[in-house]
């Protein structure tokens, strides 16, 4: 962990690099300050002894008092660009690193306080969140059995829905959905203590779009895209996890284009090892797909074959570092965790997407995920 003197003010609900910063949940607002190696964590009253007591090796400072003793000083109405100021003094922090999302307006505050800070390059505020602890690698565990319930919950309503007359899925009398299946989804997880957001459930041609969600009568005989991201209610890390299966009979092509993928995310995770690089990660599957005679291309105005990046980071963010895409310079080192998603796109046929959650060991790739992987239902 770095030395350098670090302010941060936003909610930890939201900002991934606050959670990590203090290890907890604070839904309000709150100012987070690091100097010289010591955490600060700046609150209203109502958090200070759930944060005292919770929080993550960082001192708790009452906002209230704060703004008491600037007014008892002549400060007629202390804000937060104030209270910043009197802790900078009292510390002596100097320049302080922010986010690169730090709010524009107390920026300017803080300048005109002669209070000075520079926005941090680079992804990740905290560069150490890109490799995970033990404790870590168990939340997420944890966060990826939450989405196994899920989906485990969406493939028993698939194989108790019947095929209806035009080829639409029934369940219990009426049509299934892509929002019925969906809310399915997110009830089991939320029962399991997780929070789920934008679910994929996206059949037939609506599966060839990597950000829709899906809607309306599921399809019987073509491919249903389930994609599955919670994040534990607890301790807000993130799991990623993605079937393609068939209620019914899938067709010969679906079949060649689900073993290509299978074998694609096989392939990715052999290469997922200390040293590899993510863009040669990548391009092994691209190589595969050709090879197998799925080429990337623009046919009929739509994209078709493998459209996006191979994988990604995961935790506090469903998305960070490192990127498994053609432009990555980044080399894959131990304690990553890796959400792993081939994919193939072709309108025709629909989309077939699988994702795995890995971590990446010195010796290779352990896959924390252990649904099963089976095309018809």
């Known amino acids: 962990m770095s030395q350098d003197n670090l302010l941060i003010v936003a909610d930890s609900a939201r900002c991934a690099d606050l959670r990590y910063a203090v290890g907890l949940c604070v839904p309000a607002p709150f100012i987070y300050l690091r100097v010289n190696g010591r955490g600060y964590a700046v609150l209203g009253d109502a958090e200070l002894d759930r944060v005292g007591r919770q929080g993550r090796k960082c001192r708790v400072l009452?906002?209230?008092?704060?703004?008491?003793?600037?007014?008892?000083?002549?400060?007629?109405?202390?804000?937060?660009?104030?209270?910043?100021?009197?802790?900078?003094?009292?510390?002596?922090?100097g320049r302080l690193l922010v986010p690169a999302d730090f709010p524009l307006g107390l920026a300017r505050e803080l300048r005109h306080l002669k209070v000075r800070v520079r926005p941090r390059t680079g992804e990740l505020f905290f560069p150490e969140r890109e490799f995970k602890s033990a404790e870590e690698m168990e939340m997420i565990r944890a966060a990826v059995v939450m989405a196994e319930v899920g989906l485990?919950?969406?493939?028993?309503?698939?194989?108790?829905?019947?095929?209806?007359?035009?080829?639409?899925?029934?369940?219990?009398?009426?049509?299934?959905?892509?929002?019925?299946?969906?809310?399915?989804?997110?009830?089991a997880i939320l029962q399991a203590g997780g929070q789920a957001?934008?679910?994929?459930?996206?059949?037939?041609?609506?599966?060839?779009?990597?950000?829709?969600?899906?809607?309306?009568?599921?399809?019987?005989?073509?491919?249903?895209?389930?994609?599955?991201?919670?994040?534990?209610?607890?301790?807000?890390?993130?799991?990623?996890?993605?079937?393609?299966?068939?209620?019914?009979?899938?067709?010969?092509?679906?079949?060649?284009?689900?073993?290509?993928?299978?074998?694609?995310?096989?392939?990715?995770?052999?290469?997922?090892?200390?040293?590899?690089?993510?863009?040669?990660?990548?391009?092994?599957?691209?190589d595969h797909f050709v090879r197998e005679g799925f080429r990337t291309s623009r046919a009929k105005g739509a994209q078709r074959g493998f459209l996006h990046a191979t994988g990604h980071g995961l935790g506090l963010a469903p998305s960070e570092p490192p990127h498994l895409t053609a432009a990555s310079d980044e080399v894959l080192?131990?304690?990553?965790?890796?959400?792993?998603?081939?994919a193939l796109y072709y309108p025709e046929f629909g989309g077939v997407r699988v994702g795995d959650v890995a971590v990446v060991t010195r010796n290779g790739a352990r896959n924390l995920t252990q649904f099963e992987k089976v095309l018809e239902v």
Do not use: M, W
């Open 62 to 93: 009452s906002l209230s008092r704060c703004q008491r003793q600037l007014r008892r000083a002549g400060e007629k109405h202390p804000g937060l660009a104030a209270v910043i100021r009197l802790l900078v003094g009292k510390k002596d922090a």
């Open 152 to 187: 485990a919950e969406a493939i028993q309503a698939l194989k108790d829905s019947k095929i209806g007359p035009r080829e639409q899925l029934i369940y219990h009398g009426s049509p299934l959905t892509a929002e019925k299946l969906r809310g399915i989804i997110q009830v």
């Open 197 to 286: 957001s934008r679910t994929t459930v996206a059949g037939g041609r609506q599966g060839c779009d990597l950000y829709e969600i899906g809607s309306g009568p599921l399809p019987a005989h073509r491919p249903i895209t389930l994609q599955v991201f919670p994040r534990s209610e607890k301790t807000g890390y993130y799991a990623n996890i993605a079937r393609t299966v068939v209620r019914g009979r899938a067709s010969e092509p679906v079949r060649k284009l689900y073993a290509a993928v299978k074998d694609a995310q096989e392939i990715a995770l052999d290469r997922l090892c200390d040293g590899a690089r993510a863009r040669e990660v990548h391009a092994t599957v691209q």
């Open 333 to 342: 080192r131990p304690s990553q965790v890796v959400a792993l998603h081939p």
